[in-house]
């Protein structure tokens, strides 16, 4: 039996507004002692009335209007009855059939994903299991904190692409700077709905909706579960019947059941009788999209086409922010330096530049900072002069292990550290000669298999003539010294 995947998710997005969705409380609560940033509106008192944030909806159409989603003149609140202890009114206010957007797509993998809703909506608090104490604990300092959920189709086929819409959201909102979208912080939640169907047919049976998603591994990783679970029910004849929510465990890396999950009516949704109708103007929608920034699908191609970026270099550049925003002004930095020094244009020497730019940015600088652009020491001026450097071979790549690292701690620039450190690599033969006999000599068996035939044998000699050397040899020029000093 040949079945096939059929996934759609259900994203959730904390928008960092100053304030909560329905009071005046501080919506940075998570980061602060629990239950201090709380009131009688959103612990639920009886009496309160909500008063719906306008930069929160401003920023759902902003969102919406991303994802090319119709904005329809016309929304309004719903409430929806569940209970349990993280919801102290007995209910949420969010959205059912009237939401700030819809009908929306992505392309991933040049695949269109149709994005079925974007509604607004307040979180719940948050639920803290201690089992030293026994007891759970429950913060409400994210109760009422604006959420922003996306609901796709049942488009995405496989674990790989499901993976990849949550980057490309995570990175759109980012660049629109409505959430920090970190998945590991609760920013970007995400529940994975999967079933599985019979190849051919357009008939879609019970979804398992996936919870505890808290990374784009673990979304992978349970729904490639999912699909063997619920494939081998099926080769048993004890296909899924019904829908149900499972929940995952990334220490065993299983999907457990939790309970049936429920349908619309289960949650008695009705209009919020203390907010009214939200109404728009074309214009008010127009104005808010004239905002729109570069978004990272065309982004990607203009780092592709402005900068030679190899589109792989391209696409890890722009997943996030503040990155692709300091990459921009190092190549910036880059093109002028190559413009004024008059070089002879070589072929491709644009797309070499991009290359070892992407490198140091991708590969060296992004896991040395952690991604923490804001607090970076090191300007986009000083890291271009640095990597114009290491492109005109002042620098080994060796010794340019240790610039960096430097710069990262002072903020210096990169000359005054060669200077400082004795950094600068050498080309001169006589300067390298005797370093070259002492490895020659301390290294006949590799170069006896050199001299038999055995080509690679140069590479741990050129790495032992650079471990001497402190980084600072041309390997070029060690190599041809070398090559000579053995032959002779």
Not at 23 to 50: F, M, Q, R, W, Y
Not at 124 to 144: E, M, P, W, Y
Not at 338 to 343: A, G, L, N, P, Y
Request: glycine share 4%.
């Amino acid at each position: 039996m040949n079945l096939k995947p059929v996934i759609g998710l259900e994203i959730h997005v904390q928008l960092k507004t100053n304030s909560k969705m329905f009071c005046a409380c501080d919506n940075s609560g998570e980061e602060k002692p629990i239950n201090t940033t709380v009131c009688p509106v959103c612990l639920g008192h009886p009496g309160t009335l909500p008063v719906p944030n306008k930069t929160a909806i401003e920023w759902a159409i902003f969102s919406a209007l991303a994802l090319s989603c119709e904005i329809p003149l016309e929304s309004k609140f719903d409430r929806k009855h569940y209970f349990y202890p993280d919801l102290p009114k007995g209910y949420q206010i969010s959205q059912y059939d009237e939401p700030f957007g819809k009908n929306g797509f992505l392309f991933i993998e040049d695949k269109k994903i149709r994005i079925n809703r974007l509604h607004l909506e307040e979180d719940a608090a948050k639920l803290l299991h201690s089992k030293v104490q026994g007891c759970t604990i429950i913060d409400f300092n994210r109760a009422g904190t604006p959420l922003m959920e996306i609901v796709t189709e049942p488009d995405i086929e496989s674990p790989e692409t499901a993976g990849n819409t949550l980057r490309e959201l995570r990175a759109i909102m980012r660049s629109l700077q409505v959430s920090e979208a970190d998945m590991e912080k609760g920013h970007l939640r995400c529940d994975a709905n999967i079933s599985l169907k019979k190849e051919g047919s357009r008939v879609l049976n019970p979804k398992i909706e996936i919870k505890n998603l808290n990374s784009f591994r673990a979304v992978e990783r349970a729904l490639n579960y999912e699909i063997k679970r619920q494939e081998q029910l099926w080769k048993d004849g004890k296909a899924p019947s019904h829908q149900s929510t499972r929940g995952w465990n990334d220490e065993r890396g299983i999907t457990e059941e939790q309970r049936e999950k429920e349908s619309a009516h289960d949650y008695r949704y009705f209009p919020e009788p203390d907010i009214p109708p939200i109404k728009f103007k074309i214009a008010d929608i127009r104005a808010i999209k004239k905002t729109l920034p570069e978004l990272p699908k065309q982004k990607r191609e203009r780092f592709h086409k402005q900068y030679e970026f190899s589109i792989s270099d391209a696409n890890l550049l722009t997943r996030d922010y503040a990155l692709a925003d300091y990459a921009e002004k190092v190549m910036s930095e880059l093109l002028a330096w190559m413009e004024s020094i008059e070089q002879e244009s070589e072929e491709n020497s644009g797309q070499r530049l991009a290359k070892l730019a992407a490198n140091w940015l991708i590969n060296n600088l992004a896991p040395l900072v952690k991604n923490d652009w804001k607090t970076l020491s090191v300007s986009p001026e000083n890291f271009a002069e640095f990597v114009s450097l290491i492109l005109e071979g002042k620098i080994s790549s060796r010794a340019g292990q240790t610039v960096l690292q430097k710069m990262l701690l002072t903020g210096t620039d990169p000359v005054d550290i060669i200077q400082t450190e004795n950094l600068a690599q050498t080309h001169d033969e006589g300067e390298l000669a005797e370093v070259v006999s002492k490895v020659i000599a301390e290294n006949q068996k590799v170069v006896s298999d050199f001299r038999a035939g055995k080509t690679n044998a140069v590479k741990p000699l050129i790495g032992a003539i650079m471990k001497k050397t402190k980084g600072r040899a041309n390997p070029k020029v060690a190599e041809e010294l070398l090559k000579k000093m053995i032959s002779e």
